[in-house]
């Protein structure tokens, strides 16, 4: 065929042209390669040593390092050797402390006891004082307020002792003073107060019965200009005043004289008075007393229709519930403790 032919000529051309014994293309390829594994290699023995390089200098440091670190062990080890034997010192020296501070402790304890024994003794005294001053307050005076003051002294005084032997004046001191606390005590002054306001409406207060000099006239008249005027008036007033006709009430148809008027209101006051004396006292007794007689003697002799008598009439019952004297708690057990407690550390040698 002409194709055949013709491609047979082109090799046949090719072949020609070839000069010498012609070279492997596969050969140049596996040059090229190993050539190019050599250059590779050649790169990674380089950083290789590098990487060596870098070890060697960091072995070197940590040489280094390792020298100055036995260096410091020594010297470690030196000061270690010197403070034991410094402490070995020091230990034989703490030997002797205990004896030592036996001695010193011995010794403050006697000073101790020279210097508290007198404290002690003024302390319990002191406070001996106050438990009694407490009673006599009460027990005189009812003053409940200074008796819980001063034996609330005495228990302050007796607590800056560490003194085993007042424990227990404590404990009975503290349920006295519980006991005392619990008494609700009065306010004189204000029940003072209200008695004195009711004897001061006294000579306001209305009596039972018509006065003697408001039964003979009703009002004055005033006097006629003229002489006989005034002659004629007073000779009818007189006729008038013989025989006189007036309505008065049940309460008011016995006549009151001024002298009686006034002896009603300065016995109600004399009363109230009473009332007065016994709440400063305090005497219960005498304060019940004196209200319930002054609140009778005004349901007695005082018109009791009228407002200002009944309002006085509710201020005395109110007064009289008004308890002055309450009931006082027994105390001193706490005192006569104290006093056994002293009497005792006296008779001690």
């Known amino acids: 065929m002409p194709m055949s032919a013709e491609i047979e000529s082109l090799s046949t051309d090719l072949k ?9 293309p596969m050969l140049v390829a596996l040059a090229v390669i190993g050539l190019l594994l ?9 950083q290789f040593d590098e990487r060596i390089d870098r070890v060697r200098g960091q072995v070197a440091e940590l040489r280094a390092t390792n020298d100055r670190l036995d260096a410091r062990l020594q010297a470690l080890a ?8 410094t402490w070995r010192a020091e230990v034989r020296s703490l ?5 030592q501070l036996d001695a010193l402790s011995s010794s403050v304890e006697e000073l101790r006891a020279r210097t508290e024994t007198p404290q002690r003794a003024w302390v319990r005294a002191e406070a001996l004082y106050l438990l009694e001053l407490a009673e006599r307050r009460l027990r005189l005076e009812r003053d409940v307020e200074t008796a819980i003051v001063a034996m609330e002294s005495a228990d302050a005084r007796l607590a800056t002792l560490n003194d085993p032997a007042v424990r227990d004046v404590r404990a009975k001191l503290a349920l006295e003073l519980t006991a005392l606390r619990a008494v609700r005590v009065p306010d004189i002054a204000d029940v003072l107060t209200r008695i004195g306001r009711l004897e001061d409406e006294v000579p306001g207060l209305p009596v039972i019965g018509m006065p003697a000099s408001q039964a003979r006239r009703d009002k004055p008249q005033a006097e006629a200009p003229g002489v006989f005027e005034r002659a004629w008036r ?3 007033q007189a006729l008038h005043d013989v025989v006189s006709l007036r309505r008065i009430e049940p309460a ?44 009778a003697w005004l349901q007695q002799y005082f018109d009791t229709a009228r407002p200002e008598v009944e309002a006085a009439s509710r201020e005395l019952a109110a007064l009289e519930l008004t ?23 006296n008779s001690t040698p």
């Open 95 to 99: 030997r002797e402390v205990p004896e």
């Open 38 to 46: 050599a250059v590779y290699a050649h790169w990674r023995f380089g």
């Open 16 to 24: 020609s042209r070839r000069p010498g014994p012609g070279v492997s």
């Open 323 to 345: 308890i002055i004297e309450p009931p006082l708690p027994a105390i001193g057990d706490a005192g006569r403790l104290l006093q056994g407690v002293i009497r005792g550390s």
């Open 234 to 236: 007073r000779i009818r």
């Open 78 to 85: 030196a000061d270690l050797e010197s403070s034991r034997s």
């Open 252 to 295: 008011t148809a016995r006549l009151v004289t001024q002298e009686e008027e006034s002896l009603r209101r300065q016995h109600l006051e004399l009363l109230l008075f009473g009332a007065r004396v016994a709440a400063m006292q305090p005497d219960g007794a005498a304060y019940a007393q004196s209200l319930r007689a002054a609140d």
